[in-house]
């Protein structure tokens, strides 16, 4: 018997919406198959707060300047996480609140997050580097043979194999982990819907289910023998003069891979979907230098996770709209990363774009621990692909995931010729 709680923190998977009526910005199918952009701009012109009813009970304020965004995002005091961050958890008290990472307020926040954060240096993540580039070598190698190529299934696989290493997952895992990392999250999707029972709700709470029973094992597997991957920096973190509770490392495990699955496919996917063809890649592959810059501008554009919530912890104004003690409101990044009022021609990839000062990371006390890690993997990815190969041609339709948290294409056939 254990002196610890060894309950994971499960996340509420209770999706709030139907795609069969509409929903405005709540609807994933907007995301999917809608003008979502055209929509954001709407809604900036509108110059003020909008309130998204989602049923006869729950609604929520969207946030679409980069303005209020970087305020709500900054200002933890009045702007809570721990109520929940995702629409899945709205109307609900997240249960994660408090014991996991993102759904943390500081300080307690910022002691969960110290050790991971110190793992995760520019530094400290270099002697990974050959290997992050070994394992892109190895997702771009169908790409030599001249056919088709679906990339945004490679970029999917990608964060997963990348964060298993540092967490010292087993290599067999990775296919199951990367389905089950985006069944959490776009349980609309036709691609993770469960089939048994056709239901959005049922499909997250069965990939909640396998991912946290997952972890379980790990956690007991590497509680005999600690090393000096991911998870046993979280197994050994203290919190509040002791050592996280075998649930709050089992959640924040999850968190971790999360993240990791939802920021760095997505902005290499928006690169080979919307600019193929446009002469941006050409131009990129002539000064690779501008890589670091060319990244940046990539996940500004792409914004690849779509939102956060938090929920306001007294009456407040924002942009002339009272936000009352806890009414929720969703921060569309996407939205905010396009706001003429921040960025210069703000739908324009500027390969040189700088300052750049986008919140595909987000801002403030909850910007993402893993931005090291996922920065540094998508210069290695742009660097070997713009380098190794050229000649890239659409093969078909590129499709988008179904989701409202992640904005990004799930199948993209391409293809290319090495160089």
């Not at 709205?90 to 249960?95: E, H, K, R, S, V």
């Not at 030599?144 to 290493?165: H, I, K, R, S, Y």
């Not at 690779?288 to 929920?311: D, G, K, Q, W």
Request: aromatic share 8%; hydrophobic share 40%; net charge negative.
């Amino acid at each position: 018997m254990t002196d610890v709680d060894e309950t994971p923190v499960r996340l509420v998977g209770k999706c709030p919406v139907s795609h069969t009526a509409a929903y405005g910005v709540a609807d994933p199918m907007l995301f999917s198959d809608g003008d979502y952009r055209a929509t954001w701009a709407h809604l900036r012109e509108l110059d003020r707060l909008t309130w998204q009813q989602v049923d006869d009970r729950r609604g929520f304020w969207s946030v679409v300047k980069y303005e209020d965004a970087d305020r709500v995002l900054r200002d933890h005091e009045t702007f809570t996480s721990e109520r929940g961050t995702m629409l899945d958890t709205l109307g609900t008290q997240d249960p994660a609140g408090g014991r996991q990472i993102p759904v943390t307020d500081p300080p307690r926040h910022t002691g969960m997050r110290a050790r991971l954060q110190k793992a995760l240096t520019p530094k400290s993540l270099e002697a990974q580097h050959a290997a992050i580039r070994g394992l892109v070598r190895e997702l771009f190698a169908p790409l030599g043979d001249g056919g088709t190529f679906d990339f945004a299934q490679a970029m999917l696989m990608l964060p997963v194999a990348v964060a298993g290493v540092q967490m010292d997952l087993p290599r067999e895992d990775w296919p199951r982990l990367c389905h089950l990392l985006n069944a959490s999250i776009a349980g609309h999707d036709p691609d993770y819907l469960d089939t048994a029972s056709g239901d959005a709700v049922a499909t997250v709470d069965g990939a909640h289910r396998e991912l946290f029973a997952y972890f379980q094992e790990i956690y007991r597997e590497r509680k005999r023998k600690l090393g000096d991957d991911l998870i046993s920096v979280l197994m050994t973190t203290q919190v509040d003069g002791r050592p996280m509770a075998p649930g709050e490392v089992m959640s924040n495990c999850y968190s971790v891979l999360l993240g990791a699955s939802v920021t760095t496919p997505h902005s290499p996917n928006y690169v080979m979907a919307e600019q193929i063809g446009t002469g941006l890649l050409d131009e990129w592959a002539a000064d690779i230098s501008v890589t670091a810059s060319a990244v940046e501008e990539a996940l500004r554009l792409a914004a690849p996770v779509n939102y956060f919530m938090r929920h306001a912890t007294r009456d407040v104004e924002v942009r002339g709209t009272t936000v009352k003690e806890g009414d929720p409101l969703v921060v569309w990044f996407g939205s905010a990363n396009r706001d003429g009022d921040a960025f210069p021609d703000p739908d324009e990839f500027q390969l040189r774009r700088k300052p750049n000062r986008h919140l595909s990371f987000g801002m403030g006390p909850h910007y993402c621990v893993g931005h090291t890690l996922a920065r540094a993997t998508l210069k290695i990815l742009f660097e070997e692909l713009l380098t190794s190969y050229h000649r890239f041609e659409s093969a078909g339709t590129p499709v988008r995931m179904r989701s409202t948290f992640v904005s990004g294409y799930k199948h993209l056939p391409i293809t290319a010729r090495p160089i």
